[in-house]
Structures are given as structure tokens and as C-alpha cells.
């Protein structure tokens, strides 16, 4: 089982479009979540963490499942810009700052 | 807004040779990593340094890797004989305070093996 597991798309919405991805992670122990984007052939950005009580910034709403080891990520009227692959990311189990990445979910809005 | 920043941004090398990506982590952090992506794939990790020692390295970073803090403010990854798989794009990233706080990336050197 992949240590961080997404569905990599393709998500393809037209603007305005509310989406969700969703991510599983398989390391009990990991103690820290957050969703990074990616643009084409750039650097990971840090989006938001993700906490077990759901926190929303702005259009982008993450969740925390700990029980089921589930973490997922709502975006809200969908812009141009949005288009990018998410990526959720988990520390792992060590307190030594290792991010295990998913591989990505891949959004492309449309107008 | 502070900012990772990594040199070069692109490394052409033969293959066998020694390459040497350099990055400034944010001023007054205190972690520091490697990640490395080979196109189309995820994101792998490389080793974590703190207080001037490796503190955790995975598979990847075999003996043929090296990570080196000369100056107190470059980190430095380098790659003593390279080889054809080691064609990726390399981030450095930092963070403060603690391990668990998120990580802030620089925007990469692509290294191409010939």
C-alpha cells in the first residue's frame, strides 16, 4: 500500500465548479498533514495544513479524518488559476521533518 | 515573504561527474532538506538536516550523496559520481521552530545526466 495515496485524475470542471480530492495515508502515526500545489515543473507551495477540527481559508476547505486515516481537500468556485496538481502530503512517523508525498491530483478548470 | 533560493537552476553534467546544488534556506530556520522529483513523478525524499547532522536520509541518499551546512547560511547537496537516474529536479526546503511546522521549497535545479 502506498504510504499516501490520491486519485490522480484528471479533475476537468468549468469555473465556478466546486471540487473535492480526496487522500488516504497509510502511517498511523504520522502527526501532521498539509495540502501543497504544484504548477507545471515548479516548486511544491504550501496551500494549507490540515487539522482533525477542518479549517477553511477562503474558497479552500481541508479535512482530517485520523480514525480513517483520510484527509481531503474542497475547493469552491473554481477559478482559471486554480488549475494545478494538489498534492497531499503527510510528516512522517519520525520527528525528523520527512514529507511523504502523494502523488498529485491533477485540476484543470475551464471557462 | 522570505524566501528558499537554489543555484543553479539547471545542471547539465556527464555522467560519472561530481555536481554540487547549492541552496540559502530561509535565514532563521533551523530544518533543512532535500526532496528530489523525477519528471512525472512524486515528490521522494532525500535527508533532513538539523544541527548540523543528518537526521534522517532515505534509500535514495546512498553514499554517493552528500550534505554539508559550509557557512551557516548555504546548504548544499552534493553528488560525488553521477549517474543517468539521477536526472530530476532537486528542491531544497526549510522550515522553523520544530520538524512537524510545513516546509517552505525552493523553486528547484533540474539536473540533466548525459
Known amino acids: 500500500r502506498k504510504e499516501v495515496e490520491q486519485d490522480p485524475g484528471p479533475f476537468n470542471v468549468p469555473e465556478g465548479a466546486t471540487v473535492a480530492f480526496n487522500c488516504t495515508y497509510s502511517?498511523?502515526?504520522?502527526?501532521?498533514f498539509f495540502w501543497y500545489r504544484q504548477d507545471c515543473r515548479k516548486e511544491p507551495k504550501l496551500l494549507m495544513s490540515?487539522?482533525?477540527s477542518g479549517n477553511e481559508d477562503g474558497r479552500f476547505t481541508a479535512q482530517l479524518n485520523r480514525a480513517s486515516q483520510y484527509i481531503s481537500l474542497l475547493i469552491r468556485d473554481s477559478k482559471l488559476s486554480d488549475s494545478a496538481t494538489y498534492l497531499c502530503?503527510?510528516?512522517?512517523?519520525?520527528?525528523?521533518?520527512?514529507?511523504?508525498f502523494g502523488q498529485g491530483t491533477t485540476l484543470q478548470v475551464k471557462p | 515573504e522570505p524566501e528558499v533560493t537554489q543555484t543553479p537552476s539547471h545542471q547539465v553534467t556527464q555522467m560519472g561527474q561530481e555536481v554540487i546544488l547549492r541552496c540559502v534556506p530561509i535565514?532563521?530556520?533551523?530544518?533543512f532538506y532535500w526532496y528530489r522529483q523525477i519528471l512525472g513523478q512524486k515528490v521522494e525524499f532525500l535527508v533532513s538536516?538539523?544541527?548540523?547532522?543528518?537526521?534522517?536520509k532515505s534509500e535514495i541518499f546512498d553514499d554517493q550523496f552528500s550534505v554539508e551546512r559550509p557557512d551557516g547560511s548555504n546548504f548544499t547537496l552534493k553528488i560525488r559520481s553521477t549517474k543517468l537516474e539521477d536526472s530530476a529536479m532537486y528542491f531544497c526546503?526549510?522550515?522553523?521552530?520544530?520538524?512537524?511546522?510545513?516546509?517552505?521549497f525552493g523553486d528547484g535545479t533540474r539536473l540533466s545526466i548525459l
Open positions: 526546503a526549510s522550515s522553523d521552530i520544530n520538524s512537524n511546522q510545513p516546509q517552505h
Open positions: 502511517n498511523s502515526a504520522s502527526q501532521s
Open positions: 490540515v487539522y482533525s
Open positions: 502530503v503527510a510528516h512522517g512517523s519520525s520527528n525528523t521533518g520527512k514529507l511523504i
Open positions: 535565514s532563521n530556520h533551523l530544518y
Open positions: 538536516f538539523y544541527n548540523n547532522e543528518i537526521s534522517e
